[in-house]
């Protein structure tokens, strides 16, 4: 007896079924399962055309899912709300209808670790239109050793299982994208390549154009057959840190008076602020060239993490650090006690150190490594996490090189 599908004989695999008209082993009976449970899921995943306007997550219910997972930053929530919204009706729109809606892509501002990344990440989890993150640090203009500029889309076909028409009215966020800002506004000999060349080519993506997109990414198969998408549908979701554009934007507002002692009334809490006053303009000095900023038509900033919220940070979201840790101990069968002042020795020392949002799970780490080792060992069944030892902890390790002198 043979498998009717692999052709291999009873004697090479574990287990033949057969049937009326042959057989089938083991192994093909699994992949045929995994097959029809992947085929029948994607079946059962609504489309965009199957999808009608009361089905579609307003603006409030994607706002209060990101309240789920992201502390703080209102104003940014409420601009990727309103935007993905108004992506899904676009979608909707009549082909007949004389009004035509164009795409509002946005651009967000942000100091590092106050949640760009984890907005995006979050927001796609509930989307029911392809999502694909990219980063912009890679790009190069094109014949360069780098990442051509039409790669960004490959991310999004494979999200979508290389199907064009649910590509071509996807999402697509990218990040880092002050990274490639134009190095200088004097002219050189030298090509900026990674700057202002990728700006320029991303120009055609940003408006809406048909862009040949190599399935394969890179340039490491030049024989294989280009994919053809319209980005006239796709969002466009761009973040960056603009590290530094603060003085930009005070150069702007002229906060900066001439005499003795003038610039003491402005305190350190509004020069945090200083992001919400940010601009085109900014960005233009910055060095975005002002064709890719009129494709960016939205503009919003996130808030600089105070310590309220890195506490909040710490314990309210549902993956939270405090609540990922339990978890963690929970599984070798310890119960794990926090007390109340170790958030706020944690939060301090975060701040001390300068190490924002992503510092409290290096410290958390370093706090808790020694209970990691022994709690699949532990007779104990509950462990009590104390400021004196927290305390304790972060004396043996290297993060008191970090604080300021």
Same mark, same amino acid.
Request: hydrophobic share 40%; proline share 4%; net charge negative.
């Given at each position: ?104 892509? $946005?651009?967000? +501002?942000? /100091?590092? @670790?106050?949640? %760009?990344?984890?907005?995006? =990440?979050? &927001? *796609?989890?509930?989307? !029911? ?80 154009? $048909?862009?040949? +997109?190599? /399935?394969? @990414?890179?340039? %490491?198969?030049?024989?294989? =057959?280009? &994919? *053809?998408?319209?980005? !006239? ?173």
């Amino acid at each position: 007896m043979y498998c009717s599908f692999c052709g291999r004989s009873d004697r090479e695999v574990e287990l033949l079924l057969p049937g009326m008209n042959g057989c089938i082993c083991n192994d093909c009976a699994e992949r045929a399962a995994e097959l029809s449970r992947e085929y029948l899921g994607k079946m059962a995943t609504a489309t965009m055309t199957d999808l009608d306007m009361d089905s579609l997550p307003k603006p409030d219910e994607i706002k209060a899912y990101l309240d789920q997972y992201v502390i703080g930053q209102e104003t940014a929530k409420r601009y990727l709300s309103v935007a993905v919204y108004n992506h899904y009706k676009r979608l909707n729109q009549r082909r007949d209808d004389d009004i035509d809606i164009e795409k509002s892509n $946005i651009i967000i +501002v942000g /100091p590092t @670790g106050t949640g %760009k990344t984890l907005l995006a =990440k979050t &927001i *796609a989890k509930m989307l !029911k239109v392809p999502f694909a993150i990219v980063d912009a640090t890679v790009l190069t203009e094109a014949g360069y050793v780098g990442e051509d500029i039409e790669s960004l889309l490959t991310r999004l076909l494979a999200a979508c299982d290389y199907n064009v028409a649910e590509a071509e009215r996807g999402i697509v966020f990218i990040d880092e994208i002050d990274k490639i800002a134009r190095k200088g506004d004097n002219p050189s000999i030298t090509r900026d390549v990674s700057g202002e060349g990728v700006q320029q080519g991303l120009l055609k993506l940003l408006e809406g154009s $048909i862009v040949n +997109v190599p /399935p394969q @990414g890179g340039r %490491k198969h030049p024989e294989q =057959k280009m &994919i *053809a998408v319209d980005t !006239k549908n796709i969002l466009f979701i761009c973040g960056g840190a603009f590290e530094g554009i603060e003085r930009k934007i005070a150069q702007r507002l002229n906060t900066h008076v001439v005499g003795y002692g003038a610039g003491n009334h402005i305190s350190k809490t509004d020069r945090d602020k200083l992001l919400h006053f940010v601009a085109p303009q900014d960005l233009r000095s910055y060095g975005l060239i002002p064709e890719i900023i009129g494709r960016l038509p939205i503009l919003t900033n996130l808030e600089p993490l105070d310590r309220d919220a890195l506490i909040r940070i710490l314990t309210e979201p549902k993956n939270s650090i405090v609540r990922q840790y339990k978890k963690l101990l929970d599984m070798d069968g310890v119960e794990l006690v926090i007390e109340d002042d170790v958030m706020g020795f944690i939060v301090d020392k975060a701040i001390e150190y300068k190490l924002g949002a992503r510092g409290l799970r290096s410290l958390f780490e370093t706090i808790m490594i020694d209970v990691m080792y022994q709690a699949p060992s532990m007779h104990e069944k509950k462990f009590v996490l104390t400021r004196e030892f927290a305390e304790r902890q972060l004396s043996k390790s290297n993060f008191e090189l970090l604080a300021d002198k």
